[in-house]
């Protein structure tokens, strides 16, 4: 049972250190707490924890106008943040949390401005069908967090500039351009400010779960802590992942999302893998990844080395399908 709600709110936009105060709250909630962490980037590209930052966002443009590539621990799909953007961070032991009351929060905090917002699909949240809301989940043994955004007035033109997604997606979505997938609250209730949705996100929070909010002390920060989570995710090797000199590659997408499967073969043998993918699963394609490496690239061994890896539930059945299907036309 949840016995205490706790709100933080980021001191700055710089997407590392947001990151590492995020892990940070992760790795110490305690059993019976459930935080509410909001934040904001300033013109950021975050890709998925799986994800191939070159195919995802065009990074050298970013770069060039003074922006951010994070690489966030959670699955799914990239998203651009900026200044007209609020993000969201739930907090809590596993035993406590619960996805569909985390939305019910969002929801009921857009919903008091007259915005008829639900949510849809896998993991988005939207309003006259357009989306405005993403969301995405990571666990541990101990402790989960479920994050989101939400589009305030993000700039849809550096957006489209930044984002790379293919027309494959963006046709699984019934939709000829990234912009026009998206909208913004403001273009429902003009002066709307992060200011204001912030102070209903935390009024929301105490109504869903009947408890007062209280502020998460900065004596409970390690600093020392914190700076070497952010220096992990400011780092090349976190950000843009490993590229191997491939000589096998396919790519698909599915219902469940994306996937892309690179090797490098060594007289007949898997000498690297590296498996990309928006799944929300952040786990499998690893497992599948690692289970390859040093196997003969044969039908009946790639066969035995993923029959080996344990599936729970229909999502990682229906991934592992697709892992298949992609390896059989390779071989």
């Not at 985390?102 to 917002?117: C, D, K, S, T």
């Not at 409970?220 to 989570?229: F, G, N, P, T, V």
Request: proline residues 2%; charged residues 25%.
């Amino acid at each position: 049972m949840i016995e205490h709600l706790y709100s933080v709110n980021a001191d700055g936009t710089v997407p590392y250190r947001n990151q590492a105060l995020e892990r940070y709250l992760l790795e110490r909630a305690g059993s019976t707490e459930c935080i509410l962490y909001l934040w904001q980037n300033r013109r950021t590209v975050v890709i998925g924890r799986n994800q191939n930052a070159w195919k995802e966002c065009n990074c050298t443009r970013l770069e060039a106008d003074g922006g951010f590539l994070a690489r966030r621990l959670s699955g799914g799909g990239a998203v651009f943040h900026d200044s007209g953007n609020l993000n969201f961070t739930f907090v809590c032991g596993r035993e406590n949390y619960d996805v569909p009351r985390q939305m019910n929060v969002i929801l009921e905090a857009v919903r008091q401005f007259g915005i008829p917002a639900e949510c849809t699909g896998r993991n988005d949240i939207t309003v006259d069908g357009k989306k405005f809301s993403g969301n995405a989940y990571y666990q541990t043994n101990k402790a989960c967090f479920h994050h989101g955004t939400l589009l305030l007035a993000g700039n849809k033109e550096d957006l489209s500039a930044y984002l790379t997604v293919s027309p494959e997606k963006l046709s699984s979505k019934g939709v000829d351009s990234v912009r026009s997938r998206v909208t913004n609250l403001c273009e429902y209730v003009p002066d709307l400010t992060v200011d204001a949705i912030r102070e209903k996100l935390f009024d929301s929070f105490s109504s869903v779960y009947g408890l007062p909010v209280e502020r998460y002390g900065t004596d409970r920060i390690d600093e020392k802590e914190l700076s070497a989570y952010e220096a992990g995710f400011a780092s090349w090797d976190w950000r843009y992942g490993r590229n191997i000199p491939f000589t096998a590659e396919r790519q698909r997408r599915f219902a469940w999302g994306s996937l892309e499967i690179q090797l490098e073969i060594r007289e007949g043998a898997v000498a690297d893998a590296v498996f990309w993918t928006d799944a929300l699963d952040t786990e499998l394609a690893q497992e599948a990844s690692f289970a390859l490496k040093g196997g003969r690239f044969s039908a009946a061994e790639t066969a035995a080395r993923l029959s080996s890896i344990p599936l729970h539930g229909d999502a990682q059945k229906q991934m592992m399908t697709g892992i298949r299907e992609l390896l059989e036309e390779m071989l």
